[in-house]
């Protein structure tokens, strides 16, 4: 019943309607996947279904229903899929009319090991997890007798090198706002002489009137171009990716330096790209020196992700180390999307070799908790309280992603992802010289299957892709970008690819 | 073993060392609350103890222990008490050295219906809470199919009187900001002539520079002095807490009004009380009307919390519904610390009889979720992908507020806490009465257990409290805070107020 690869191989139509009966007859899925396979074997081998099924248009008959009955209550306007979690499997996603597909975007590249994966199951079932769910505890005032070996089993045992400290947090935002802070309060302790020098009357007071010199407003946080960091009022002040995710709410003044804008193939622009990168340097650090409100903290993505999956060399990103030291400037690197092993890395940064670690670095989505790792103990404020929330984090979510880090180890998923991307990358080399134009500056190679194209006819792309088979995302004006979980193999990679060519021979 | 009660207030002894004692012989708990009681007993009785147990100082030696070793890795300087959550039951908080106290603060107001509630732990073994746990969604682009079911059987079934929409979030912070976000968007949509006007190429490439018109940095929220409404950028510029929340970060030029502030008893100074409220809106109208950042918002607490549990009367806040009408100005009630239950009625702003409802209630704590409810179409922005985020919520987390609105419906809890309020604002008046000066300005009458009152010594009152059994918070600058749980009863109010009077007697 699941031998339907081969077949769906040799049918070459590019019909979408043709193709849609093409995966009949209907997979049933187990509602929970059984145990583990063998270990010579992918984690979902004889629980996942061999190919995509197609039943009908996405949305169909009963999603609609649903999607409509659900408006009423909750703006569904930017719905992709109405999504059937039960029925869902490894890299498949479902929905309610029975399609089934291979899924490369993974809920905004935030499903780190495929769907209902059972030894996840299995860690949320535990009492550990539903104390933590019922007993919520206010992490600052009232951590749990456990927290610390959460952390180190966990959050702890893969932090970034040099970084042995954590704080935590709940998404991308907060993690990146509650680092902004962290660099703030630093940055104004040496401007005053210190941890122990302590606060004037004129800083309390104006603090509580939004005014300096109690409020920092007089200094920043230096962003990219084309960067994305979240959508608070903070965060979003530092995103700079598309109109939609700013327009009419207030920002600060905050300086963005142009991030360097690649060409592709790489080899044949090697000298023009080393300029762009020197470039981006010089203006970040004379962005340093003279922006009005000058920076405390550089925040920059090891791949800009939602801004169209842009990359830049290990040689830029040890520039900026070394201009942000020069100037005492702190460098935070944003993993939220690159983090826990889709480059072929665990961390994307791991790529760059830094002569000294970045000072602080954000995660979240394939972590499914988040927060930022530190390790310079004057980034913790000199007082208790300044860096505090009630909740502070979610110890559910922490060891959740304990399990995430235990499956990965278990199963080596980061040297899988390294070795599956550039097999990936490969075959899309072979599909963008067939098809000219078409996989236009394929890039991500050697950055496990993080990979990325830009298409003339992206939005019509990334919409017909699911008729075939496949559910995939787009980044930035033109990219479709390839965001599989940790547990896609070659397999599904060739799967990928038959319906990528499927997809363009229908534009 | 439990009938300790009677024995214990015998004992008038004001030494901490002795009552340390008094509280042997050790309760021992189970670590796992057997089934839910007869109805006509409280939740958890024969399953807590009936009263404290005090073995050791706090922290005691495994506890110091433990806290140190967690401060390698966690900044642990706000720790209140490291906690045993296996061992804490109902109203019931234990530590690590087998210390069991009363708990009136309640993770900072946020366990809604005991520790361990049999309910609760119930629904967080369900296959559809692990489900959503490890398949978790990104909620706005591939929401499950069963998710308008979770959001009308729980968050919406209790959704305040003319709002009948719901944004979700993860915790008060990015529940206000997203809904300064809608009011931002919904101001300059009205500016710019309503849904179907496009946005200007001024505004667009402005925009991605955080300067107007793109971004409404010309526009504003309003909060009251004294008022808390969250610590990331947007929410802390609201928030006129404290200077430790605020100092050294970066703050928008937003106004603030004076919160009226009461004198007690307040039947002693009605006229001076309602002159104090007049003013205030007065202030609130003349801000509006001149700040040179108008504000699209004016957000406020029912009673304001952190900032000293600062109430203001029906009246004020249907005075400042009429004005914020009258300008064109929303009104958003931040819910998120009196909300569920605990002033003796669901929602703290039903005890005000609007003549409209407010135009955003944005919830959290004993909400164990997090987000904003609003009525009006008009506030859904006009396009897609604005108010937006990966996850936009927790379904997990949604389920369990489920979870707790079946328990206290089953239970009545939110009838419970205006009944056992009363009670205990009874108790405490007398004891107002026959300690001068130690139980200042109690206030909170008529508002369920949402209780407080001044102390001259309030820090060494809080830290005390823990010697007598009773783990009790502060706000404000001298605020005895009481934030009991919905399971809070007369017998639990009774250890309460004779510990009290121990703790004011030892000062």
Same mark, same amino acid.
């Given at each position: ?363 979240? %989505?394939? +972590?499914?908790? $988040?927060?930022? /790792?530190? *390790? ?6 000199? &007082?208790?309280?300044?860096? !505090? ?37 490969? %075959?899309? +080399?072979?599909? $963008?010289?067939? /098809?000219? *134009? ?6 991500? &190679?050697?950055?496990?299957? !993080? ?57």
């Amino acid at each position: 019943m699941y031998a339907l690869r081969t077949l769906s191989r040799r049918t070459t139509t590019n019909s979408a309607r043709l193709i849609t009966s093409r995966f009949h007859p209907v997979l049933s899925l187990p509602s929970r996947p059984f145990s583990a396979s063998a270990s010579n074997m992918g984690r979902f081998d004889g629980v996942e279904p061999s190919a995509p099924t197609v039943k009908t248009e996405i949305p169909g008959p009963k999603a609609k229903e649903q999607i409509a009955d659900l408006d009423k209550v909750f703006d569904t306007r930017a719905i992709n899929m109405l999504t059937d979690y039960n029925a869902s499997i490894g890299n498949y996603i479902a929905d309610p009319d029975g399609n089934v597909l291979l899924d490369v975007y993974a809920q905004i590249a935030s499903i780190p090991v495929g769907y209902n994966n059972p030894h996840l199951i299995e860690a949320m079932k535990s009492d550990q997890v539903v104390n933590s769910l019922v007993n919520r505890p206010a992490l600052g005032n009232f951590p749990s007798n456990d927290w610390a070996d959460i952390l180190r089993s966990g959050l702890l045992k893969v932090a970034p090198k040099g970084l042995d400290q954590v704080f935590t947090a709940m998404a991308g935002s907060d993690a990146n706002e509650t680092a902004y802070k962290a660099a703030f309060m630093w940055k104004r302790q040496q401007q005053r002489g210190g941890h122990h020098v302590e606060f004037t009357e004129e800083e309390l007071t104006s603090s509580m009137n939004n005014k300096s010199p109690g409020a920092a407003s007089e200094l920043s946080i230096m962003s990219f171009r084309t960067a994305f960091h979240g959508r608070l009022f903070g965060s979003l002040s530092t995103t700079r990716s598309k109109p939609i995710h700013k327009l009419d709410i207030p920002a600060f003044d905050w300086p963005q330096a142009t991030f360097p804008l690649l060409k592709y193939p790489l080899e044949e622009h090697v000298e023009e790209n080393r300029k762009a990168e020197q470039d981006s340097l010089a203006e970040v650090e004379h962005l340093i020196q003279t922006w009005h409100l000058p920076p405390c903290a550089v925040i920059v993505e090891p791949i800009q992700s939602e801004g169209g999956d842009n990359h830049a060399s290990p040689e830029f990103f040890r520039g900026l180390r070394e201009v942000t030291k020069k100037h005492g400037v702190l460098m935070i690197v944003d993993e939220v999307q690159t983090g826990v092993g889709a480059t072929g890395k665990f961390w994307a940064h791991d790529h760059w070799d830094l002569p000294s670690p970045p000072d602080m670095v954000t995660f979240s %989505k394939k +972590a499914q908790t $988040a927060g930022y /790792y530190y *390790g310079n103990p004057e980034l913790r404020p000199n &007082k208790p309280y300044r860096q !505090f929330n009630t909740w502070m984090g979610d110890p559910a979510r922490a060891i959740l992603f304990r399990a995430i880090v235990e499956e990965i180890e278990k199963n080596d998923l980061v040297s899988q992802t390294a070795r599956v991307g550039d097999y990936l990358y490969g %075959k899309l +080399a072979a599909l $963008a010289e067939k /098809y000219p *134009g078409q996989f236009d500056n394929l890039r991500g &190679k050697g950055q496990g299957t !993080f990979i990325a194209f830009d298409n003339p006819k992206r939005d019509e792309f990334v919409k017909k892709a699911k008729s075939f088979g496949v559910n995939i995302g787009g980044s930035g004006a033109s990219a479709v970008r390839l965001r599989p979980m940790l547990t896609f193999e070659e397999k599904h990679a060739d799967i990928l690819v038959e319906a990528l060519e499927k997809i363009v021979q229908s534009l």
